[in-house]
């Protein structure tokens, strides 16, 4: 039996992405796709350098985010040459600050997921950064692009959506738009 979710919120129409109250878990990935392929921004393209990565973290290398404070791992601007991944400076902190999900993958483990416009006129790309809780601090510990599919297969029960752009979930149940 699919289990079915209620936000306590009405959609605005299921052709844009919106959920209703009573979806199943199909149906959610369904209107999260929807989302995913239809991204407002562009990548903020942002030079790789450490003076970029401070000015967009600061000294203190933190995001604040829709879960409350998330420090940046202090191995993330390597990380991103190592992996080369440092056109990503900017989509991390689109990522972190803006999500569009954010998926709840653990007791203490969290995937920010956004979705971006390559530029004005070409294609799309999906970020997810991985955030995990360690004592009462969250850390961001990776940032990927990844298919669509990838990011919604995470999705195994509707509780397992804390935030979709707007709404953080309260008390096991979305506030009313």
């Known amino acids: 039996m699919k289990k079915k979710v209620s936000r306590g919120y009405s959609a605005k129409g299921a052709d844009n992405g919106e959920m209703d109250k009573n979806e199943t878990v199909d149906e959610i990935k369904g209107c999260l796709k929807k989302k995913l392929a239809n991204p407002k921004e562009e990548v903020d393209r942002v030079e790789y350098t450490r003076e970029n990565y401070l000015a967009l973290f600061g000294d203190a290398e933190k995001a604040e985010t829709v879960l409350g404070t998330v420090l940046i791992s202090k191995n993330q601007f390597q990380k991103l040459a190592d992996k080369e991944r440092t056109g990503y400076l900017g989509a991390m902190a689109q990522t972190l600050n803006n999500p569009d999900i954010v998926i709840q993958a653990g007791p203490a483990k969290w995937y920010f997921v956004k979705s971006l416009k390559k530029s004005a006129t070409d294609g799309i790309k999906v970020f997810m950064d991985v955030v995990v809780q360690k004592g ?37 149940s979305y506030p009313t738009a």
């Open 136 to 172: 009462n601090r969250k850390y961001s510990i990776s940032l990927h692009q990844r298919l669509p599919n990838n990011i919604l297969n995470k999705i195994k029960e509707p509780s397992d959506i804390t935030y979709t752009a707007g709404r953080i979930k309260a008390n096991g």
